[in-house]
């Protein structure tokens, strides 16, 4: 028992030992944000790694002469740590055709040595034709003449390495300073500073192989890749009843609904930083300021003939060849939208006393789509038209107010697309751009509101806050028009929850607006306040429902649902629980209205919910996922027609980056062939003595005794 508890001391001495030689030869990088892959029905791209990490010697690059570094393979492979001035596609393409690097390091510009080092000529890792892969698009576009010239194509190269961007500055700066003592010397000489990069993903080829794979074996299934998918956000203004007193269902009568959209989703290279000030932040914010509005107003107004109702749409995976858009088509043309009938009628979820009635795409009678529209660059609202929406575009300008409004024929890159491929839909779309985007850092990490100049400490005078105020009353006072066909009342200005939702969406998920317009028992509280988020949420489709369409959601219905009273027991100071179960149970045997429990304002201190209300709400979610992985339709389904979106994404396991001296490769090759000679010696020395063991080692006789009979005396 002793033995085995010294054995077992020592063999805990071995381990800490080892752990902290590790621990002195390595030092982890944090805060860590990868490029990862994703495939479609015909390519794989992004980056990866080797299964054990890819190794290379730090390398710095400041400006473009430095990239001609990487073409001396002496000291090769190299991990590039790259200033984020010269960041851009050709240099990139440049350092992969060296085919001298391992990986590259792109560090933050937020603080640090960096800090505002946003690449001087613009950077986008979209394309110049954002979205042109997708069938049917009735948006011209080329290389000549781009929708966004700042397009590196980044997004959709197989780089075959690993890009980090890596957000802590002490983290960088450290790789800098080992550079400067060990590699920035010449001659340079080992030992050199190097590192290990670890970003292995398990999807490859294609959509169709990657899901083939994951399927293969039933028992216990191997995950290696998952389609894209999120959520779209519905709004009616109006409740839809489709059933009569007589128990009769009746149908939404065609041209009948003004749709007003905007998108949900950003765009990044890398994993967790999907965040677009101008794209989507700035539509999302106007969309929910103007259907705020509008769900005021309507409350006392009714709708003219051939209207009947008005329907927002937030719609989500638009960056990925229009994922939710296509869907959000699919279902209507499959009477799926804005449920799936005949599973409500299965499920016995479909209410002849409460059920809506189906919506499609003949119901549309305009679309009004809210793209990129800050005034960073110009005041001028850009109203992009096709199929001859005349009284559209006329209603806008007879509501512009101050802003300059001018009308564009045709229409860019936008969610209208997938609704156009087949209807004639009268349609327009509201940007700050004519024929290229104004946004130099479209679709990228440095689309913030940082480098956009919006502070939320600075209040409702800011230019951009006045801005998307004046374009959310213009939009809202138009609606209303055209649905009831007189002048829209006197509005309130909306600067001031302008200024909270950009808040809410660029700066910090933490924010007033959220608190206010969430669940209890789900975000921010079930987070202690020190861990909860200081940064905006994600805006990336991903691969499941996410809190930024979870707030999105629940912050429309807080905008525009009505507060509903509770018959609770106690009346003063009703038991949350309480009051969220009778709230909740509204829900059951009706599909009209969907209520939900908010917190509400001034319910609530830094720690936790002390009250909320019950509000009766039209707003609802559908699925944001590519037909192309419903059953019924995967089975047969031609992966490179491009009739539907394709895109996954690759699981991975480990992403990590460690930093370390490397010695010289020829001193490590020396040690090697030295302990090859050794093994080889000892193997012929012990099958040398062992064939030779009875000469080297000769037997002693054994000499036996004879013991002599006793003597008898």
């Given at each position: 028992?002793?033995?085995?508890?010294?054995?077992?001391?020592?063999s805990?001495a071995?381990?800490?030992?080892?752990?902290?030689?590790k621990?002195?030869?390595y030092?982890?990088?944090?805060?860590?944000?990868?490029?990862?892959?994703?495939?479609?029905?015909?390519?794989?791209?992004?980056?990866t790694?080797?299964?054990?990490?890819?190794?290379?010697v730090?390398?710095?690059i400041?400006?473009?002469a430095?990239?001609?570094?990487?073409?001396?393979?002496?000291?090769?492979?190299?991990?590039v740590?790259?200033?984020?001035?010269?960041?851009?596609?050709?240099?990139?393409?440049?350092?992969?055709?060296?085919?001298?690097?391992n990986?590259?390091?792109?560090?933050?510009?937020?603080e640090?040595?960096w800090?505002?080092?946003?690449?001087?000529?613009?950077?986008s890792?979209?394309?110049?034709?954002p979205?042109s892969?997708?069938?049917?698009?009735?948006?011209?576009c080329?290389?000549?003449?781009?929708w966004?010239?700042?397009?590196?194509?980044?997004?959709?190269?197989d780089?075959g390495?690993p890009?980090?961007l890596?957000?802590?500055?002490?983290?960088?700066?450290k790789l800098?300073?080992?550079?400067l003592?060990?590699?920035?010397?010449?001659?340079l000489?080992w030992?050199?500073?190097?590192?290990?990069?670890?970003?292995?993903?398990?999807?490859?080829?294609?959509?169709?192989?990657?899901?083939?794979r994951?399927?293969?074996?039933?028992?216990?299934?191997?995950?290696?890749?998952?389609?894209l998918?999120?959520?779209?956000?519905?709004?009616?203004?109006?409740?839809?009843?489709?059933?009569?007193?007589?128990?009769?269902?009746?149908a939404?009568?065609?041209?009948?609904v003004?749709v007003?959209?905007?998108?949900?989703?950003?765009l990044?290279?890398f994993?967790?930083?999907?965040?677009g000030?101008?794209?989507?932040?700035?539509?999302?914010?106007?969309?929910l300021?103007?259907?705020h509005?509008?769900?005021?107003?309507?409350?006392?107004?009714?709708?003219?003939?051939?209207?009947?109702?008005v329907?927002?749409?937030?719609?989500h995976?638009?960056s990925?060849d229009?994922?939710g858009?296509?869907?959000?088509?699919?279902?209507?043309?499959?009477?799926?939208?804005?449920y799936?009938k005949?599973k409500?009628?299965?499920?016995?979820?479909y209410?002849?006393?409460?059920?809506?009635?189906?919506?499609?795409?003949?119901?549309?009678?305009?679309?009004?789509?809210?793209?990129?529209?800050?005034?960073?660059?110009?005041?001028?609202?850009?109203?992009?038209?096709?199929?001859?929406?005349?009284?559209?575009v006329?209603?806008?300008?007879?509501?512009?107010?101050?802003l300059?409004?001018?009308?564009?024929?045709?229409?860019?890159?936008?969610?209208?697309?997938?609704?156009?491929?087949?209807?004639?839909?009268?349609?327009?779309?509201?940007?700050n751009?004519?024929?290229?985007?104004?946004?130099t850092?479209?679709?990228?990490?440095?689309?913030?509101?940082?480098?956009?100049?919006?502070?939320?400490?600075?209040?409702?005078?800011?230019?951009?806050?006045?801005?998307?105020?004046?374009?959310?009353?213009?939009v809202?006072?138009?609606?209303?028009?055209?649905?009831?066909?007189?002048?829209?009342?006197?509005?309130?200005?909306?600067?001031?929850?302008?200024?909270?939702l950009?808040?809410?969406?660029?700066?910090?998920a933490?924010?007033?607006?959220?608190?206010?317009?969430?669940?209890?028992g789900?975000?921010?509280?079930?987070?202690?306040p020190?861990?909860?988020?200081?940064?905006?949420?994600?805006q990336y489709v991903?691969?499941?429902?996410?809190?930024?369409?979870?707030?999105?959601?629940?912050?429309?219905?807080?905008?525009?649902?009505?507060?509903?009273?509770?018959?609770?027991?106690?009346d003063?100071?009703?038991?949350?629980?309480e009051?969220?179960?009778?709230?909740?149970?509204k829900?059951?045997?009706?599909?009209?209205?969907?209520?939900?429990?908010?917190?509400g304002?001034?319910?609530?201190?830094?720690?936790?919910?002390?009250?909320?209300?019950?509000?009766?709400?039209t707003?609802?979610?559908?699925?944001?996922a590519?037909?192309?992985?419903?059953a019924?339709?995967?089975?047969?389904?031609?992966?490179?027609s491009?009739?539907?979106?394709?895109?996954?994404?690759?699981?991975?396991?480990?992403?990590s980056?460690?930093?370390?001296?490397?010695g010289?490769?020829?001193?490590?090759?020396?040690?090697?062939?030295?302990?090859i000679?050794?093994?080889v010696v000892?193997?012929?020395?012990?099958?040398?003595?062992?064939?030779?063991?009875?000469?080297?080692?000769?037997?002693?006789?054994?000499?036996?005794?004879?013991?002599?009979?006793?003597?008898?005396?």
């Open positions: 028992m002793f033995l085995t508890a010294q054995l077992l001391l020592v805990l071995c381990l800490s030992s080892g752990q902290k030689l621990d002195s030869i030092t982890d990088i944090e805060e860590i944000r990868p490029c990862f892959r994703r495939l479609n029905g015909t390519s794989e791209i992004g980056c790694s080797a299964i054990g990490g890819n190794v290379g730090v390398l710095y400041k400006d473009v430095d990239v001609a570094k990487v073409s001396d393979a002496t000291f090769a492979p190299y991990i740590l790259i200033d984020p001035y010269i960041f851009s596609g050709q240099v990139l393409d440049s350092l992969k055709s060296s085919g001298n690097v990986g590259v390091i792109l560090p933050s510009v937020t640090g040595l800090q505002g080092h946003y690449p001087k000529s613009g950077y890792d979209d394309s110049t034709c979205n892969a997708t069938k049917n698009s009735s948006s011209t080329s290389n000549s003449n781009p966004n010239p700042s397009g590196s194509n980044v997004m959709w190269v780089h390495f890009i980090f890596v957000q802590n500055t002490n983290a960088t700066e800098y300073n080992c550079f003592q060990y590699n920035d010397k010449s001659p000489s030992p050199l500073c190097s590192m290990e990069l670890k970003a292995s993903m398990y999807g490859a080829k294609d959509s169709q192989t990657c899901i083939r994951s399927n293969l074996f039933n028992i216990t299934p191997l995950t290696v890749c998952d389609p998918s999120d959520s779209n956000i519905h709004y009616f203004v109006s409740p839809r009843n489709g059933t009569t007193p007589s128990n009769q269902t009746k939404q009568k065609d041209d009948s003004i007003v959209s905007a998108r949900l989703d950003a990044s290279l994993d967790q930083v999907e965040v000030f101008e794209t989507p932040a700035t539509g999302i914010v106007t969309l300021t103007t259907a509005l509008v769900s005021q107003a309507m409350k006392t107004m009714r709708y003219k003939t051939g209207v009947e109702n329907l927002f749409l937030l719609i995976g638009e990925f229009y994922i858009s296509s869907r959000l088509v699919y279902d209507m043309d499959n009477d799926a939208f804005p799936n005949s409500a009628e299965n499920a016995q979820t209410f002849r006393n409460g059920s809506q009635y189906l919506f499609t795409k003949s119901n549309i009678k305009s679309f009004i789509e809210l793209g990129q529209l800050s005034n960073s660059q110009s005041s001028d609202v850009y109203m992009h038209s096709m199929n001859n929406p005349g009284e559209v006329d209603t806008l300008r007879s509501n512009r107010g101050s300059t409004t001018m009308a564009v024929n045709g229409i860019p890159p936008a969610s209208v697309q997938s609704f156009l491929k087949q209807s004639a839909i009268p349609s327009v779309v509201l940007t751009f004519e024929s290229e985007y104004s946004n850092m479209y679709h990228s990490i440095y689309d913030s509101a940082d480098f956009h100049q919006y502070d939320y400490s600075e209040g409702v005078d800011q230019k951009v806050v006045r801005h998307l105020a004046m374009v959310s009353k213009m809202a006072k138009s609606i209303i028009s055209l649905a009831t066909g007189k002048a829209a009342p006197e509005m309130e200005d909306q600067a001031s929850l302008v200024n909270e950009l808040n809410c969406y660029t700066i910090t933490n924010c007033t607006l959220f608190h206010e317009a969430s669940e209890p789900n975000y921010p509280w079930i987070f202690a020190e861990s909860r988020r200081k940064t905006p949420f994600p991903g691969v499941r429902s996410s809190y930024h369409t979870l707030m999105t959601k629940l912050l429309l219905q807080y905008l525009t649902g009505t507060p509903e009273p509770l018959d609770t027991e106690s003063d100071t009703p038991d949350i629980s009051a969220k179960t009778k709230c909740l149970t829900n059951q045997n009706q599909n009209v209205y969907h209520y939900v429990f908010l917190v304002q001034s319910c609530y201190n830094t720690t936790g919910v002390e009250c909320g209300k019950c509000y009766k709400t707003v609802d979610t559908t699925e944001a590519s037909p192309a992985f419903l019924g339709v995967t089975e047969n389904y031609d992966w490179s491009g009739q539907f979106p394709t895109w996954t994404e690759s699981i991975w396991k480990v992403i980056g460690r930093l370390f001296l490397q010289s490769p020829a001193h490590d090759h020396g040690i090697f062939a030295m302990g000679i050794i093994l000892s193997l012929v020395s012990v099958f040398w003595l062992d064939k030779n063991s009875a000469i080297i080692f000769t037997q002693q006789k054994n000499v036996e005794v004879d013991n002599p009979l006793p003597v008898e005396m």
